[in-house]
């Protein structure tokens, strides 16, 4: 079965920190990762990693997909209490379009 | 629209009553996923339309939950006779992008 894991949990930081959030995955056939911030309901497409694109930058966030080690990492330089949000790992395999989430980590950045 | 919507915002039923969720995609998008996120946990598929293909119902976790998708647009998630552990959010997402979810309360 399928399987993605984040860590940590949840993670408090301070403004101006900088932080790493990790996910790696067991999948079969994988294809693609994607990661997603979620703030109140609805989850925000934030990057989506390949094969062919293992690392996307944008902005403050960045994100590198490792796929000797089946893992991911998200960092976030210069935090801002803006960034406060779960943030979400996903995977899906080739053939399929179904995404299998990990249970996210949850960030509080505070003033 | 812009967006993915999803109404209602909030529904609170009884336990054993019937409720129905809709989903307006992004227009022109063909994929059409739903997943349920309970407290705590990560979100979890439930069920995957593209196009006319049959649809992927591999996630639907019991025979009490239906979904269709009319002209390939809209989707209604049905649950049947609801039990209080259907209580969650359920998402709507076209291709990559989520609806604001519909969070289901089951008394």
């Known amino acids: 079965e399928d399987k993605v894991v984040q860590s940590p949990l949840s993670l408090v930081v301070h403004e101006g920190d900088t932080v790493t959030l990790n996910c790696s995955y067991e999948v079969t056939n994988f294809r693609s990762l994607l990661w997603y911030k979620q703030e109140k309901k609805a989850p925000t497409f934030l990057f989506m990693l390949?094969?062919?694109?293992i690392e996307k930058k944008s902005g403050r966030l960045s994100s590198i997909l490792d796929k000797k080690e089946l893992s991911s990492i998200l960092n976030i330089t210069a935090t801002q209490t803006g960034d406060s949000a779960i943030y979400l790992c996903a995977t899906n395999q080739g053939g399929s379009e179904k995404l299998v989430f990990g249970k996210g980590t949850k960030l509080t950045v505070n003033p | 629209g812009a967006g993915v919507s999803q109404s209602p915002s909030n529904k609170v039923t009884e336990k054993g009553k019937d409720v129905e969720l809709r989903c307006d995609p992004i227009?022109?998008?063909?994929?059409l996923y739903w997943y349920r996120q309970s407290l705590g946990q990560g979100l979890e598929f439930l069920i995957y339309?593209?196009?006319?293909?049959?649809?992927?119902k591999s996630g639907l976790p019991s025979d009490r939950f239906s979904a269709e998708r009319t002209g390939g647009s809209v989707s209604t998630l049905t649950i049947q006779r609801t039990q209080q552990e259907d209580s969650a959010v359920y998402l709507c997402?076209?291709?990559?992008?989520f609806g604001p979810g519909t969070r289901l309360t089951v008394l």
């Open positions: 227009s022109g998008h063909t994929a």
């Open positions: 339309f593209q196009g006319n293909s049959a649809p992927d």
């Open positions: 390949t094969s062919s694109g």
């Open positions: 997402a076209s291709s990559l992008s």
